[in-house]
């Protein structure tokens, strides 16, 4: 068992006292150890140009390969990573030892070498994400770092295979059980993959073993996207980061653990892991979930959801210093905008828009949980007091002082655990149609738009100099017609608006209204997508 | 304002998927009402409990599948309890008396070819073991409850579907091995 763990370094010393290790292995596979049973190792060619380095790759190779015990092709296909990874540290002339080194087998832990037992309930916020998803809809989100060269996806992918052992619960399939859904621990190569597609597009969990996130990358971007069943934005931050820190320590830059940079060969605590939902106690009054239906933007849903992507970014301390000029908060800021740019984007003259605020719980209960653990309120105003956006901000703080409260966010997870609580023993095949039909029903329609701010994101400054900025892209809402986010990393506030319509009205409006504010905000994005 | 483009323009989407759910639910919807309508209308035997069973057969299995769970071991359970309950309908509706044979030889059958299916891929398919001990569960008991009410008069089908299904049962508890309490947990938990 200490031999697994032992480092690389290490592990050529004791070569050097015993002449062969791949006797070692042979041993071990008399010993009847699965998944040894082809060697891999010696079918992969060597990149280096010296013999004595190529040797010390191929045992290198061969003590990996009873590392891995996985099925045959993804054995196969997790050593070619390596494999790649090292002809790629060779063309970019490193040392072999240097190269051994950063990519040392130690790195993986005993994830790939021992089958896969644990399991997770959902936690409460996670429960309604099963039911409601449909062939064409996925509670999807997607969290991107822009770096200041362009991506190594031989690099990435190891930092991916190095990085999901430290996020078990990521490393998950949803899967049916009698009365819940559950997240399946599953051992398996984890990849990424070159961005092709529309942001947020569902993700296909249904297989066997299939990722329920997805790693992507696209020139200088990295993205993530998760299903929301894994986490919420604050987890996703925290994969996001650890995956960077990982990234750039394999190109030479190692950086220090801390600011949601958690260090891949540390343990899990179970902590991170916790449904705390069911840490808040479920006595006194709960809210409800069913509000009126709000007013939504004009123009026709887009079949292929969402159909534009854009990113507002501006300077994050401008638009902190006009925040505080207008007497407001950033978060209440943006939503007096959007208040007043949805107003331009729709023909209704009655009724309210109502901005859905999600809420970050941990603020109010501190917690080192990766999974969800946030609610959201609805910041309501009606049409007809809707002109200029300086004019609406004192309500919308009152709002957002009474909303976003500790008090209100416990109502509201009162309100939750109670309906986990009332429909847990009826068995999922009778529960799944009738949540399903209620959901239909409720839908987003009781909100216009959604603003989801996540704050100021830090990275340790050995690697914050090699990032750009970030953003945050929330996937398709059912009958909203735009949802929008924020992020700010180093000076840059990165504001994304998601387009499920081709009218353009909101995003003009918004980019109009923040010209005249003075923020003039570089616009970049994805193509419109025609139906 | 001028949108600088950053993303890859995306790839052509071959499918319609959507508009051709769209379209399938309602011509599925409008043939099951109007089986139950020509059913009710022109009397007799109630024909339209077995077409529409039919329709949502064919809906589940095909036009709508699965979006969790789509793998052999569940797809083929499924596919063998419906068409069960479709056996039993037509029992029941159309011409009786022949359906506990026949839905017994089916589902002794059906456990012979899932643990085919579970034994042929083991590495994968352990992490669907849910629906094999459902299907042998439902079996067990169905089987067990026949040779009650038959008396002594049982055909050969009712013992072997027993014991087949209580051996796969006990194959199932051998393969969740020393971890077979957290297996069940994580099948039936309620929280």
């Known amino acids: 068992m200490v031999k697994r763990y032992m480092s690389f370094a290490m592990r050529k010393k004791e070569t050097a006292q015993k002449p062969n290790i791949s006797t070692a292995c042979k041993e071990k596979q008399k010993d009847g150890r699965k998944g040894v049973k082809k060697r891999y190792s010696q079918s992969i060619s060597l990149p280096f140009a010296r013999k004595a380095d190529n040797q010390k790759a191929a045992l290198f190779f061969e003590d990996l390969e009873c590392r891995i015990a996985l099925p045959a092709e993804e054995k196969k296909a997790l050593m070619d990573d390596f494999a790649k990874a090292l002809k ?27 089958p896969s037992n644990t399991w997770y309930s959902l936690d409460n916020a996670a429960k309604i994400y099963p039911f409601a998803m449909k062939h064409d809809y996925m509670s999807v989100f997607r969290l991107s770092a822009y770096l200041k060269e362009d991506v190594v996806p031989e690099i990435l992918q190891m930092a991916l295979t190095f990085t999901i052992k430290r996020f078990p619960s990521f490393a998950t399939t949803v899967k049916k059980g009698f009365f819940w859904h559950y997240l399946d621990s599953t051992k398996r190569r984890y990849i990424v993959e070159p961005e092709t597609g529309i942001p947020c597009r569902p993700i296909h969990i249904g297989r066997s073993g299939s990722q329920t996130f997805r ?92 159909c534009r992507v854009i990113h507002f970014k501006m300077d994050a301390a401008a638009l902190k210093a006009v925040s505080v000029r207008k007497g407001a908060t950033v978060t209440a800021y943006i939503l007096s905008l959007m208040f007043a740019a949805g107003k331009r984007a729709t023909d209704e003259i009655d009724g309210d828009f109502n901005i859905q605020v999600p809420v970050n719980m941990r603020k109010f209960y501190p917690s080192e949980t990766l999974r969800n653990f946030s609610m959201y309120c609805g910041i309501r105003i009606p049409l007809a007091e809707i002109y200029e956006p300086d004019a609406l901000i004192p309500e919308i703080m009152r709002q957002l002082a009474e909303k976003a409260s500790c008090q209100a966010m416990n109502e509201m997870v009162k309100a939750t655990n109670r309906i986990v609580n009332a429909i847990r023993f009826i068995p999922l095949f009778l529960k799944a149609p009738v949540v399903r039909l209620v959901y239909g ?41 735009a949802s929008c986010s924020l992020v700010t990393f180093g000076n840059t506030a990165t504001l994304s608006v998601s387009k499920n319509t081709a009218d353009p009205s909101f995003e003009e409006a918004l980019y109009e209204l923040l010209c005249r504010d003075g923020l003039t905000p570089v616009v970049e994005g994805s193509e419109l997508i025609a139906d | ?30 043939a099951a009402l109007m089986c139950a309508v020509i059913n009710i209308w022109s009397g007799g035997k109630a024909w339209s409990v077995i077409v529409i ?28 309890v419906q068409s069960c309950v479709m056996l039993v309908l037509i029992d029941v509706f159309i011409t009786s008396g022949w359906a506990a044979n026949v839905v017994s030889i089916i589902c002794f059958s059906s456990l012979i070819a899932v643990c085919l299916l579970l034994y042929t891929d083991f590495e994968r398919q352990r992490h669907n073991l849910l629906p094999v001990i459902l299907l042998s569960a439902l079996s067990l008991i169905t089987s067990a409850v026949l040779m009650i009410i038959s008396g002594g008069n049982i055909p050969w089908q009712l013992p072997v579907t027993c014991v087949l299904s209580f051996v796969v049962l006990a194959v199932c508890i051998k393969t969740m091995g020393w971890n077979i309490k957290s297996e069940l947990k994580k099948l039936f938990h309620t929280i």
């Open chain 1, 88 to 114: 790629f540290y060779a063309s970019s002339g490193l040392p072999a030892d240097v190269a051994l080194e950063r990519l040392d087998a130690k790195n993986l832990g005993g994830f790939y070498s021992r």
């Open chain 1, 215 to 306: 790693v992507l990358y696209y020139r200088n971007r990295i993205s993530v996207e998760y299903f929301h069943i894994l986490t919420d934005g604050t987890g996703g931050m925290c994969f996001l980061k650890t995956l960077i820190a990982e990234y750039f320590r394999l190109l030479g830059t190692a950086s220090s653990c801390g600011k949601g940079v958690l260090p891949v060969n540390g343990l899990v605590s179970p902590g991170e892991v916790a449904n705390e939902f069911i840490n808040i106690r479920s006595e006194g009054p709960a809210s409800s979930f069913v509000d009126k239906d709000a007013v939504q933007y004009g123009g026709r849903l887009s079949r292929i959801k969402p």
């Open chain 1, 441 to 481: 029903f409720i839908g987003d329609r009781s909100f216009s738009n959604t603003l989801s701010n996540l704050g100021v994101v830090s990275m340790p400054p050995e690697i914050a100099g090699r990032i750009d900025s970030m953003d945050l892209v929330l996937g398709a809402a059912i009958t909203n017609r």
């Open chain 2, 1 to 30: 304002m001028q949108i600088k483009i950053t993303y890859p323009k995306p790839l052509k989407r071959k499918s319609h998927r959507s508009i051709i759910i769209g379209i399938a639910r309602d011509i599925f919807l409008l």
């Open chain 2, 53 to 80: 069973w039919a329709l949502y057969m064919i809906w589940s299995m095909l036009v709508y599948p699965d979006m969790i769970e789509y793998n052999r071991i569940s797809q083929f359970t499924k596919a063998i």
